[in-house]
């Protein structure tokens, strides 16, 4: 089956530390890589997005590299502000199968100043 | 217009209550999600409507009845729930695989 693994946290950070949350994927085909990020007491929204092997999803300065050799898909961020404080979801879609998006558990991020 | 609203944004509700949460987006999509979230947890999928007929119901108690009117507007009906059922109700919208727009969400708390 399709799943997604990803670092738990909670990942605590000063303002300008650099940000790597770890995400590892299993999928039955080729599937589309996705980060989303929720703030407090809002909905999800699309990060970033990567939909084939070494495609590089990139916005508001955070980059992912969809890895197909080690399965991964992890998000970076060179210098984080206070306000990238968030719940950040990895996720995945496998085109030609159900239309689920399945999520890791996410991780909370807190930067503080 | 890139939005998903829903209406409303807490919800109170009694165990032996009805109630309907409302979602909207004029952006459109062909498919139309509910989920569930639950705090510290990921979304979970509930329901998927695409070009208005129901495509997945991910087994989910009868007391939660989805209703699609047509393309820009889906509801989630709500009868007898549980204290359990409490939860942020999600709505989104995708034409593109993965590519799912959230709306806000509505609170919900059964007492």
């Known amino acids: 089956g399709n799943s997604v693994t990803q670092m738990e946290g909670p990942v605590t950070l000063s303002e300008e530390a650099f940000l790597t949350i770890n995400c590892t994927y299993t999928?039955?085909?080729?599937?589309?890589l996705f980060w989303y990020v929720q703030y407090p007491g809002e909905g999800l929204q699309l990060l970033l997005k990567?939909?084939?092997?070494?495609d590089k999803g990139s916005n508001k300065g955070f980059e992912a590299t969809y890895r197909k050799e080690t399965t991964s898909f992890h998000l970076e961020k060179g210098s984080v502000q206070v306000s990238d404080s968030a719940v950040y979801f990895c996720?995945?879609?496998?085109?030609?199968?159900?239309?689920?998006?399945?999520f890791g558990k996410g991780t909370k991020l807190t930067v503080n100043p | 217009d890139t939005e998903v609203t829903q209406t409303p944004k807490h919800l109170v509700m009694g165990m032996t209550n009805k109630k309907s949460l409302k979602c909207e987006q004029h952006?459109?999509?062909?498919?139309m999600y509910w989920y569930k979230q639950k705090a510290k947890k990921p979304p979970e999928l509930m329901f998927v409507?695409?070009?208005?007929?129901?495509?997945i119901n991910e087994s989910v108690p009868s007391r939660f009845s989805p209703e699609c009117p047509n393309s820009s507007l889906l509801n989630l009906h709500l009868h007898a729930l549980q204290p359990e059922d409490s939860a942020l109700y999600l709505c989104?919208?995708?034409?593109?695989?993965?590519?799912?727009?959230f709306g806000p969400g509505t609170r919900l708390l059964v007492l």
């Open positions: 989104a919208s995708s034409q593109d695989w993965g590519r799912l727009y």
């Open positions: 999928a039955t085909g080729y599937p589309s």
């Open positions: 990567a939909t084939k092997a070494d």
């Open positions: 996720a995945l879609s496998v085109q030609g199968g159900s239309e689920k998006l399945v």
């Open positions: 952006m459109g999509h062909r498919a």
């Open positions: 409507y695409s070009y208005e007929k129901l495509s």
